[in-house]
């Protein structure tokens, strides 16, 4: 049974609710607190992650160079007069890049304690500054 309609009484008929799409304000500002908050918590680890390595990085290269030097001097007698000299005689294939700097040419050349040897007995960092356990970059 429907009811009997006046005139007077119209019938209610919803009205389509606008449609939106995209989001509000609100729900951008919540989305941009959170990237903001995990970008927080997560760039200070990168960066000390970064620095880790090149300070491991570091250490290796010493580590190799000073193996060289030793194996040039144990074969040839003599020590080298340049780190050039070592990729002349095909002890390395390139002399590597201090990390720190970011150069081949900012190695110090340590000369032998022998005062009668002459050449690079040791190599050390041209780095300023100190790595993460607070040893000096020259010192290791």
Request: aromatic content about 0%; cysteine-free.
């Given at each position: 049974m429907t009811p009997q309609m006046t005139p007077q009484m119209t019938p209610q008929v919803p009205r389509p609710r606008a449609v939106t799409l995209g989001f509000t304000l609100i729900e951008m500002?919540?989305?941009?607190?959170?990237?903001?908050?995990?970008?927080s918590v997560a760039t200070p680890r990168y960066f000390g992650s970064l620095e880790k390595g090149r300070e491991v990085a570091l250490q290796e290269n010493l580590r190799v160079l000073r193996?060289?030097?030793d194996k040039f001097h144990a074969d040839k007698g003599r020590y080298p007069e340049?780190?050039?000299?070592?990729?002349?005689?095909?002890y390395l294939r390139e002399v590597p890049l201090d990390p720190i700097t970011e150069s081949a040419t900012t190695w110090v050349l340590v000369p032998p304690k022998e005062?009668?040897?002459?050449?690079?007995?040791?190599?050390k960092s041209g780095a300023s500054g100190t790595a993460r356990d607070g040893r000096r970059f020259d010192a290791l």
């Open positions: 500002l919540v989305v941009l607190a959170i990237v903001a908050l995990l970008l193996v060289t030097l340049t780190l050039d000299e070592l990729v002349d005689e095909r005062p009668d040897q002459q050449g690079v007995a040791d190599v």
